[in-house]
């Protein structure tokens, strides 16, 4: 049986106050239909809805029949979006690598444009993934009041008022705070990697050169003193019985 929605109670976050403040290099870029009056402006549209959902899209991820209809007009961002969260490569790369409730970050984050609000958001999210699964999650935010007041259907969800007010620097990005994997995958994968582009260094020939000192440099000499071990036919302490040796204090002594 399908459950509701659970009511939880709203923290307060940046989302939820209007912005008073001049715009800065950290605002969040708006990315609308209503400025792709040109096919540059819709694949700008496109790429933007590509990185709101999975970070970055490979050539394989790319659904060519969505983007056509998007062109042409046939469906809205918003059922582009939606699409995008319902497609192999979301069920692949987020829904089953990750638990519940990683996903409804991760949902709450990319579509809503803010964290959840606490633990009881996301076992009321959980409810509703754990019942009607992703499709039945995925329509009730782009549904929701939220979403429509927020975005609308022709524009790109994003991170929503970044810019703190009595900070200099914004809220962290999300692809920094819910990373794509959790540890437990992290560590299978072997994320994360340092990828070295540039060119190496190579070591000069001159500090190769033997100065004196080194630990290596007196093995031949070690390896050539008379052994001292094992003398005086004993077979040294493997036949040495140790509890013997153990002093032993009685109880009441």
């Not at 302490?237 to 153990?246: A, E, F, G, I, P």
Request: one cysteine or more; proline letters at 6%; a positive charge.
């Amino acid at each position: 049986m399908a459950l509701p929605l659970l009511k939880y109670a709203p923290t307060t976050q940046n989302s939820r106050v209007e912005p008073f403040r001049v715009g800065s290099d950290e605002d969040p870029k708006t990315v609308s239909m209503d400025i792709a009056m040109d096919p540059q402006n819709i694949n700008l549209v496109i790429e933007a809805s590509y990185r709101q959902i999975f970070f970055y899209a490979f050539k394989v991820d790319r659904n060519r029949f969505l983007e056509s209809q998007l062109r042409d007009g046939q469906i809205t961002v918003r059922d582009f979006i939606r699409s995008l969260c319902l497609s192999n490569t979301f069920t692949r790369s987020f829904y089953n690598l990750n638990s519940n409730y990683r996903v409804v970050r991760h949902l709450v984050e990319k579509l809503l444009g803010r964290t959840t609000h606490g633990r009881s958001e996301e076992i009321a999210w959980a409810a509703v993934l754990m019942t009607r699964g992703v499709v039945g999650m995925v329509d009730d935010i782009l549904d929701s009041q939220e979403y429509l007041d927020a975005f609308g259907s022709d524009t790109v969800p994003f991170q929503r008022h970044r810019v703190v007010g009595a900070r200099d620097l914004g809220e962290t990005p999300f692809n920094i705070t819910t990373p794509r994997y959790e540890a437990y995958y992290r560590g299978i994968l072997g994320f994360p990697q340092v990828v070295f582009t540039g060119t190496a260094k190579t070591i000069p020939a001159r500090s190769k050169q033997r100065r004196g000192g080194f630990p290596e440099d007196y093995l031949p000499w070690v390896r050539n003193l008379p052994g001292t071990r094992n003398q005086g036919g004993g077979s040294g302490s493997v036949n040495m019985d140790y509890l013997s040796k153990v002093p032993y204090r009685s109880i009441g002594r």
